[in-house]
């Protein structure tokens, strides 16, 4: 199996569950490295931008997990929002080219939930117009171009390979992004109660409403697709359960007892779209698959390791 991104929030993941699994796991790795240390795992360094190094990382592999994605989080999306399109349009591309030609069985694209439009209620799998939330335009557009590329070699040409689809919710957990820079919402909250910000500031009004899933469940919900799905299908890997932002930052505050803090919040900062729900209906119908981690009991695990790691 190929994971690439292997040193990146989900690779990592991955990588860990496969090894752990036994399953023989080439990783790719770029800039970062290795940070699940395992000798059983083939870690190769490589540019997904090149098609040479594409091409030579899907040589003898079966099954590939594209999890390798430029990211980035609000402050950038809005000043910067290129900076996500070309490399990672051009990593999905010529991955998929290679793995076709290397004749792999199966590949998972990991999409977004960026691709729906804005919605007061939870989303389902069909519900993509093409209209997005504003500041998602160029993020929207880039995971639909990409998953309408995975819909072509699944069911366009004469020789298909299969492909499957997967929409996360927002994913939290060990390994992920602490970066100022570059860290989504939940890691910046840890952060700054961690280190004992006063006051902690958030950006915005706190009242966004997300759907937040654990990294292990969506890790799971990853491996079900992969083994089940043998259709071109997009499937919402998500809790189904919605939280408010003000909401999470008291939880992380009371469990790493942080019980004196001054809260201030500044709605003049860059926030994405005020409420991301999503249905996870489809996923339990064909997958069996449940998101099973209480948030307190993910959040504790991610507060946990962030404490004994950064």
């Not at 051009?90 to 998972?108: D, T």
């Not at 069909?126 to 929207?140: L, M, Q, S």
Request: proline share 4%; charged share 25%.
């Amino acid at each position: 199996m190929l994971v690439t991104g292997g040193a990146g929030f989900v690779g990592a993941n991955l990588v860990r569950r496969l090894s752990d699994l036994g399953a023989d796991v080439r990783a790719t790795l770029h800039v970062k490295d290795a940070v699940i240390a395992d000798e059983r795992v083939d870690y190769v360094r490589c540019d997904l931008t090149r098609a040479e190094d594409c091409a030579s990382v899907c040589q003898g592999v079966d099954y590939v997990f594209l999890c390798a994605a430029v990211t980035a989080g609000a402050g950038m999306m809005e000043s910067k929002p290129l900076f996500l399109l070309t490399p990672n349009v051009m990593m999905s591309m010529l991955m998929l080219e290679a793995a076709y030609e290397a004749k792999v069985k199966k590949v998972l694209f990991i999409s977004s939930n960026t691709v729906y439009p804005v919605t007061d209620h939870p989303v389902k799998e069909d519900e993509v117009t093409g209209e997005f939330f504003e500041k998602y335009f160029i993020a929207g557009w880039l995971k639909r171009f990409c998953e309408a590329t995975c819909e072509m070699y699944a069911t366009k040409i004469k020789d298909p390979m299969k492909v499957v689809v997967v929409r996360p919710a927002n994913i939290y957990g060990p390994y992920d992004d602490f970066e100022w820079a570059t860290s989504h919402v939940l890691p910046a909250l840890i952060r700054r109660v961690v280190e004992r910000h006063d006051p902690i500031q958030v950006w915005g009004d706190g009242q966004d409403i997300k759907d937040f899933i654990y990294v292990e469940d969506f890790v799971a919900g990853m491996l079900l697709a992969m083994e089940k799905i043998d259709t071109f299908e997009h499937i919402n890997l998500a809790s189904g359960r919605e939280h408010r932002l003000c909401d999470m930052l008291e939880l992380i505050l009371e469990l790493d007892g942080y019980t004196d803090a001054r809260i201030e919040y500044d709605v003049t900062k860059p926030t994405m779209i005020p409420k991301r729900l999503i249905d996870p209906a489809k996923a339990q119908r064909l997958l069996g698959f449940q998101a099973t981690t209480p948030i307190e009991t993910g959040m504790q695990k991610t507060l946990d390791w962030y404490r004994s790691t950064l």
